[in-house]
């Protein structure tokens, strides 16, 4: 569920001019492959030791490639054509949960120094061996030295032939609709929703931003959406790190060691309200209700 927030794509590929408003078949090839040699990269410095930068690297590297996808997609008639391979989305959910209980292992580290003795080492001990588990089914999984050639081949078998102004403007309409339609909800499934459209728009920012009108602009600021996206990032680490103190709450621990974790998730459980109400505020500042919702049809976009 972990995956820090990391700035889009900048000067890696050159990206189009969109002459004739077209993105051509050898641009959205040369992205592609840009992905994927970031992704060959950090995939082999996180299985090496499953460090957790290079894990967060080689995360957000797919998602990158996922959100592109997501926008290529809007060429085909169903918009479901562009996915990344199975392969590549276990990784992603294996490398995630690594990642999060490495994060868990730091914070609670952190945690016992102020403490006269090791007052959560049972609860230590039961996250390093959850991890080892996690460690092994990503080695058991995949090859260490695996290249995502056949991953690459699979996905530029279905690319479209052209990017055109129409499907971006039918990729921005559609994700304002969305959002609009999830505007004023506050539950946390919601909110990891209205995430995940947000993360649309702004990995594919370069892309699309141009071809914004004066309203989208306004709404869709990047440096306003940079600052949505690292609270979006915060509250979800301290969602999962509250799973982790929840689920591993068990008899192995004797009481002491449980009151201090329902300590800890009390904290962390007030810091994730604190997050959570200015994650609110920042996304009602949007103030995406006050646009009609026949302004975001997805149908009769045309290429003026």
Not at 39 to 45: M, S, V, W
Not at 250 to 267: C, F, H, N, P, R
Request: proline share 1%.
């Amino acid at each position: 569920m972990n995956c820090s927030f990391n700035g889009p794509l900048r000067n890696e590929t050159a990206l189009p001019d969109f002459k004739n408003n077209v993105m051509k078949k050898t641009e959205i090839d040369e992205f592609v492959e840009t992905r994927f040699k970031k992704i060959g990269k950090y995939f082999h410095k996180s299985i090496a030791g499953f460090d957790t930068e290079s894990i967060r690297e080689f995360r957000t590297e797919i998602k990158r490639l996922k959100v592109f996808l997501h926008l290529i997609s809007m060429e085909s008639a169903d918009g479901l054509a562009c996915r990344i391979t199975k392969r590549m989305k276990t990784l992603y959910g294996y490398f995630g949960i690594i990642r999060n209980l490495e994060t868990q292992l730091s914070k609670v580290k952190n945690y016992v120094q102020s403490l006269a003795h090791n007052a959560l080492a049972c609860y230590t001990t039961i996250l390093e061996k959850e991890l080892q588990y996690w460690k092994k089914l990503s080695l058991d999984f995949i090859d260490a030295g695996y290249n995502f050639t056949n991953d690459k081949q699979e996905i530029m078998a279905v690319l479209p032939d052209r990017l055109n102004k129409k499907s971006i403007k039918k990729f921005v309409h559609y994700t304002l609709y969305e959002l609009n339609t999830l505007s004023g909800r506050t539950d946390d499934d919601a909110l990891d929703s209205i995430r995940k459209f947000v993360e649309d728009i702004y990995y594919n920012y370069e892309i699309i931003s141009p071809f914004f009108d004066d309203q989208q602009s306004k709404i869709l600021n990047k440096k306003t959406i940079e600052e949505w996206l690292k609270l979006f990032d915060n509250f979800r680490n301290k969602c999962m790190s509250l799973v982790l103190l929840q689920t591993f709450v068990t008899d192995e621990l004797d009481e002491s060691e449980k009151q201090l974790m329902k300590t800890m998730e009390k904290g962390c459980l007030n810091e994730k309200k604190d997050i959570k109400h200015k994650l609110i505020a920042a996304l009602d500042s949007m103030n995406i209700k006050a646009v009609s919702l026949n302004s975001f049809a997805i149908t009769g976009v045309d290429d003026d």
